[in-house]
Every structure is written in C-alpha cells, then in structure tokens.
C-alpha cells in the first residue's frame, strides 16, 4: 500500500470539490443569502487541505495502481469528499451538530437523499443547492467509478470492477480512462440539461428545476421543498421526473450505445428489459392496489403508483405520496424494491437488476442439476455464459448485503429504535434510498435518530454507494498484510 | 416416473397412519368424550385408502429408487399424511371447514405448530392428542428423511439427499436403512421418555405431559392449553422445556454418537457449537434488553428471553411470553432467528445453522479472493472441505428461501394482510415455527386469515419442511420430462 500515493489522488479529488464550491458561492451572491462567509471558509479548507495532501505527497514514477490501493482509494475518497462536504453545512449554520453535517454530507456524495433536516426550506438557497450539487457530483463518481476506471485499472483493477460491480461487464465504452469518462460525463451533463428544460417547461423556477435535476440524474433524491416533489402537485412534472428517474436508473453505457445509432438496445439488453418491466408491472400492480382504497380515478392512483415505484426501484427516493398509509401488498412491494434497486452501472443502488437476474438463473441452474445430476448448465445473462468466479462473487455479493442488513439493523434497534422502523432505515440507507419504513417514512425524516445510529446510517450509505466489498475488505485482516 | 410404485408407498404410508390411530381412539375411551365416532371413521377411511392404494398398485420387482421417485414419494407423502391426518378434526367437529382442518394437520405432519384454533381447550381431549400426536410423527419423519432414506438412496439418493439437507453429510449412522431408522427412533423415544418423566415431577399432569413432550421432542409447538406453556408459570416446566427444545434442535446423529461414549461430540462440531453459543448469546442480549423495561429482575428476564430465543431458534414455537411487546432489539432478533433455524439433521426447521454457517465462510472466501486474485481457498465445515457443487447447492438454498418467502408474503398481503403480518407468518410458516409477527403473533392465531391466505400458508409448511429444492423442483417443467 503506497500511502503517498493514495493521499496524491484525495489530494487531486479534494481540490476539484473545493474549486466547484464556486458555484455555491455565485449562488449566494446571487440570492445574497446569508452563507457567503461559511462558503468561503469552506472552500479555502478544502483547497487548502487537499493541496496540503497534493504536495505533501509524492506521485510515485510507475503508473500501476495496485487492487488495494485502488480499493482504498475508492473507500477513503468518498468518506473525504462526504467529510469536507460538509464543512458548508456544519459552518453555515445549517446543521450544527457535526455528525448531522457529515450525515447530510454523506448522504448527497453517495446519492442517498436521506436528510436530517426538519424544515429544509429554512436552509438558505446556497446551501440548498449545495446539497443537490454534492448528489450530482456523487452521481458522477459511481457512474466513472463503475462503468470506465474499475475496468481500466487492469489485471487488478478487473478484480477491483469486481469489486465495484461484480456483474458481467457491458461492453467497454472506450479503451482510455479520460475518453470514457469524459463521454460518460458528457451524457450525464445532456440529460441533465434536457431535465432543466423540461421541469421549466411544467412552470417550476430555473433554481428549483435545476436543484431536482442535480438530484433526479444522481437518482439522489434531495429535494428542496419540505413535502419534497409533493410540493408541485403537478402530474405533467411528476410524469417528467419519472421518465428522468428512469433514464437514470438504466445503465449509462446503454445510453451511450443508443446515441451511437442502435437503437433497440433498451429492449435487447436483458437487465434494462428486467428494469424497465419491473417498473412497470410494480406501478401497476400498486396503482390497482391503492385504486379504490386510497385514490378515487385510476389515473390518480396510476400517477402516484408509478413516481413511488420508480422512485424506489431507482433509489431516487422523491415522493409524492406517503406509501406508509397504502394496503399493505403495496406497502411489501415498496419494501422488496428496495432490495432489487436499478441497473448496473446506472447512477442507482440496491443489489441491482443484473444481481437479482443472475440470482434466480442461479436457483434454476441448482433445481434442473436436481433433475439432471450430470448435466452442465451454463448460466448466461445478455447471451454471455456468466463464469463462475463471477457467479461466486454475485451470490457472495448478495449474501453479503442481506448479512449486512440485518447486522445494521440489530445494531439500530440496540439503540432503542422500534424494529420496523430499523429495518426500513438500515433498508434505505444500504439500499441509497433516501425513505424507509416506520418513523423514517417518505414524510418523516432521520433527524430523531441517535447521534450513533446517524453514524451507523452513515456506514450504511458508504456500504451501498461503493458495492458492499469494497468497504468491508478493509475489515478482513489479509487485506492489510504484505 | 413409476406412479405405481409411488403409490405403494403412501399405500404403506397411510396403512400406518391409520394404526396409530388406535392411540387416540383409546385416549377418546379413557376421557370419555365425543369425537370416538369420528376417530373410528378417520381410522377407517385411511386404513381403507391406505389398503386400496397398496393393493391397487404393484411394488416393482427392481429394488431401485430414482432421485425423481423418492422427491415424488417425499412431497406427496407428506401431503398425503396432512389431508389423511386432517379427518379426525374435520369429522370430530373440531374444524368444521376442510381448510381449517387440513390447515391444522399439515402444521402438525410439517411440525410448524401454527394454529387456526381460537380455543384449543375447547378441542376433544382425544383431538388435542391426536393433534400433538401428529407432530410426533412428522418430527420421526423428518429425522429419518434426512439422516436415514435419503443417504441410503445411494448415487441417485445422495442427490435427493442433497436436496433434503445439501450441507456436509454427517457421518452415516449404520449403512442399512431399517437399521438407522431404529436407531433414530429409539433414541427419538427414548429422549421423549425423558421429558416426560422431567414433566410430571415438576407437577404437570401425565396427559399434558405426554401431549407437551409429543410437541417437544419434534420442535412441534402445539400445547393443549390456549396460552401455551404460559400457562403453568413454572420456572422449573420453562427450564424443561428448554433443555429439550435445545436437544431436539441438535442433530439426532450427535446424540447417537454421544450414547456411544463420544462425550465432547456436542464441542466438538461445530455445527451444534454454533447453535448453542448462538442460543446463549441471543438469550443474554434480549435478557439484558428486557431487564428494567418488562421484567423487574435479571433472573425472570433470562427466564423468558430464554425460553423464547430457544422456542425459536429451534422453530419450536412454544410461548411464555409476547414478543410483541418487547423492546425493537428482542423482536428484531426473533424475527432473524426465524430465519436462522436449528441444526441440520434435527428436526427443527429454518435455514438451519450449517448452512447459515457455510454462507458466512463463502463470504469470507470472496473478500480473501478479492484480496489475493489467484489464491485458491476452500470452504470447511468440522475440518472437511465442502465440495463446490453442495456450496452451490447451499448458496441456490438460501437463495431461493428468501426469493419464496418474499414471493409467498407478497401473495399474502394481496390477500388484504398488513405488511408486518405477512411477513411475519410467511416467515413462521416457512421456517415451521408456528407464531409470527403482527396479527399471527405468539398470543394471537391464524384463524383470521381467509381460506386463500391459509392455503399459501400450507404451501409454505411444505416447501419449508421439506427443504425447498424437494417441492419446488415440482415446478421445474424437466422434472417431468422422460
Ligand atoms: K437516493
Ligand atoms: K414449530
């Protein structure tokens, strides 16, 4: 483990999040809010301490990144973008208790969108958009991080996209780490703009559009009204963030492969098709659920159905509705999607689509062997024979999340918390989710929980955000050994 | 498929059934009660099926079973014995609706201790006899299904084996079927002898002692009394109960082994260490918990966690106490020890340890991997390595126990139920526990729930108890093929 090295790159990473700050400074000049100083004061840490870490570091001559140093680098560089992140909430004024500053932080970086504030349109409109901004950036970690620098890293680095993303590999976007990323941002960056212009078009403020993009395209889920996207009551923009959501939550090298002219590549990829179906099925299936017993018109309980489904199943998290007064099928639903998630290599959480896909065949293959003992079946995904190393790491992957959970869980309702309720917390935060179950529902919020279970949250969101592995191989002893 | 011979099987099967009928006829002559007609038309009907099936079919000349036959005769069977096993209450006027009737006896052959029963003492004493009686059965079923027919199947037999119990075999107790067989039983009777004897001198009376330790000895749960063992109050009775439910839920070859002079059997696999630390350990936690906020001592408090942790964790079922009530950590921790389940080759039902225990070592396996790309490491159980395809086997187990407790709960809640509810009796009935959660708590029934919902129930019992793969491959389109 070079150390130097390590601290170089978070040296690098800290000094870009202080030089984005700017914009959060043009914005309260702008609205001539009461944050400038605290802004200020943030950026010159941040900068300050990464170009500390930059030049008091050397960058070593060989350009090989080792697993692990790669694995470190992915661990310690979103829980110190998370900590500087929250220097603007903790100095602003806006969340005085540290840990509630790191959690908001945290919980922005890893696009999870659960938030500890009780009135969040108290915040002044800087800190507001920080806090949508700080999602967008995270959103543009997870997609770069999955899609083109795991894969570039190498012999190593292919065991670190393992790590990432144990799934079968979408086609490589490009072979160079700086072209794909800067394709993948650049895509990132055009639907974002198209989102802008289409909440404009539904009567939402440019601050306001622009803050719901930089939340929906990271399927973050910030948003910057109390009652979330409840606020616009509006079906044109609910119909707007669902079909954004849902872009988002399908893998980005999709996206790119459309643009390059094919067309049918939605339907002809087997996880987008599994997404795209479960989204529908679920929206149905509820909007019948809560039709009659919740909403009067069947297009009213469609609308709701749909946003809190692909909400969920996308882990953006927005809500219109409180699903927690639904039938209970609609309420179960909610809380299996949670598990499911959106695709691989999207900006979205949970297991994701391919896992739970490969997971099944996986089922299937053991029960025909029953029946065939000496037959071979080859479980295939998009038609390629998935090699059982990498089935070994799904369904390890899968273990894994499931142990986690119900680990954090009991480590929640030790503190006190009822069980449904740590269930749905821990379920959302692993999940970067946003709202969860019992006291931390779609209209309540996480700022009642204990300053240790905020920190137990916290260690969920990193889990979730950077694929289980890759936070919990620096608990195994051997990975600290020569 | 040989349906002939299949049926002369269960012929066999329900011949026997009927005989022991005869048990509760005499205790229907000893009270005196109401139910003598409906006992001699039950014995009746099944003898007189059992003769018509035996003698309407041939036994085939060749002495071999195919994998697919033995999963036939296994799942039908036990099916078989529940509809048979159902007559006494459906005739007896103990359950006048069939669902009812059939509901309450394959909780009995399955050992799930689930109840539709608003007031069982309100039942004949001759049907509250048959109805532990039931569970003694299915509890002598499951031990020689697992540890004694299956292995004895040979090359076919190891596969149906493997999808009975697919964790390490334990060492084979005699090669010869009838042999195992005897030997299981007789320790099976014999220890039931013991818990009588430990019943009556703590004052309980010979019938509810019989009828407790007829629920005991197969982690059963159905007691004669309408709160259980609560009934009694007894700290003595508790501490009974206790000891057998954790020797119930050992598997029986330990104790074999142990009669046979190997006195540190139970250290020294660590199976059955796994599963009594994990009693000890969770049942000082919820102690701790519940002492101060609903016991005023640590002594009572330990009573009562402990009885509830080991009725549990064992899936016996038997209540002192409502978990309902108790803070987040305790009910968060008996929900997860429904899952969790007793041993391997016992006749609790679950997950069962062994195979809780392999998947943390998968796990583990995955993470050293990540660290070291081209190490090859194997997974252990009592120092024997675990082949690759009983790891699978394993981890497709698990897999599909989730996927099926997930699918069977959200069939539940379709039916109207609450979220928690149908999670919580999907999750008793599986496990073959007997209480849940919500509505189907431990002082609470499964009399409300509609006929659609104790259907899905019984489908649960089964697949539970008989290890999933064995049920659900009868929905694999290939098990049907030539
Ligand atoms: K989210
Ligand atoms: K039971």
Chains 1, 2 share one sequence.
Not at 461 to 472: F, P, Q, S
């Amino acid at each position: 483990m070079r150390w130097p090295y390590i601290a170089n790159v978070i040296g690098i990473l800290l000094v870009f999040l202080g030089l984005s700050m700017v914009f959060t400074l043009v914005c309260s000049l702008i609205y001539a809010d009461t944050s400038l100083v605290a802004l200020i004061e943030s950026m010159g840490v941040t900068i300050a301490a990464g170009l500390l870490l930059y030049f008091g570091s050397r960058r070593p001559t060989i350009d090989y990144i080792s697993p692990r140093e790669g694995i470190a680098i992915v661990a310690l560089g979103w829980t110190v973008m998370g900590l500087f992140g929250a220097l603007p909430f903790y100095l602003g004024d806006g969340l005085p208790h540290f840990t509630d500053a790191f959690f908001e932080s945290v919980s922005g970086f890893t696009t999870t969108g659960s938030s500890v504030l009780t009135n969040i349109e108290g915040l002044s409109r800087s800190l507001l958009f920080w806090r949508s901004f700080i999602q967008w950036l995270g959103g543009m970690g997870i997609i770069v991080l999955s899609l083109a620098i795991l894969p570039f890293l190498g012999v190593g680095g292919m065991q670190l996209f393992k790590a990432e993303v144990p799934s079968p590999v979408p086609d490589k976007l490009t072979p160079r780490l700086s072209d794909s990323a800067k394709i993948l941002w650049y895509l990132y960056a055009l639907i974002s703009v198209a989102e802008v212009i289409f909440l404009l078009a539904g009567g939402m403020d440019f601050y306001d559009a622009l803050c719901h993009t930089l939340t929906t395209m990271p399927t973050g889920g910030f948003s910057t009204k109390n009652t979330s996207m409840a606020h616009y009551d509006s079906a044109y923009l609910d119909y707007v963030v669902v079909v954004f959501m849902v872009i988002a939550g399908i893998n980005f090298s999709l996206h790119y492969q459309m643009l390059r002219g094919r067309t049918l590549i939605f339907w002809r990829d087997s996880e987008c098709r599994f997404f795209l179906g479960l989204c529908l099925v679920l929206s149905l299936v509820i909007a019948f659920n809560i039709h009659g017993t919740v909403y009067d018109s069947f297009g009213k309980a469609f609308q709701y159905a749909s946003f809190q489904v692909v909400s969920i199943v996308t882990t953006t998290g927005f809500a219109t509705a409180d699903y927690e007064t639904w039938p209970g099928l609609s309420q179960a639903i909610i809380f299996i999607c949670m598990f499911i998630g959106a695709s691989a290599g999207s900006t979205g959480g949970g297991m994701k689509c391919a896992r739970v896909m490969v997971c099944f065949k996986y089922c299937y293959r053991e029960l025909f062997v029953l029946v065939h003992p000496r037959s071979i079946v080859q479980v295939k995904l998009n038609a390629a024979v998935v090699p059982d190393s990498v089935l070994r790491s799904i369904m390890g992957f899968l273990a894994l999340y499931m142990g986690l959970f119900v680990f954090s869980s009991l480590c929640l309702a030790a503190l006190g918390m009822d069980m449904v309720s740590s269930f749905g917390a821990v379920a959302a935060c692993i999940g970067n989710i946003g709202p969860g179950f019992g006291t931390v529902g779609p209209v309540d919020n996480f700022a009642h929980i204990s300053a240790a279970g905020k920190w137990i949250l916290i260690w969920c969101m990193l889990l979730g955000r950077l694929e289980i592995y890759t936070v919990i191989v620096l608990f195994v002893p051997e990975f600290w050994k020569k």
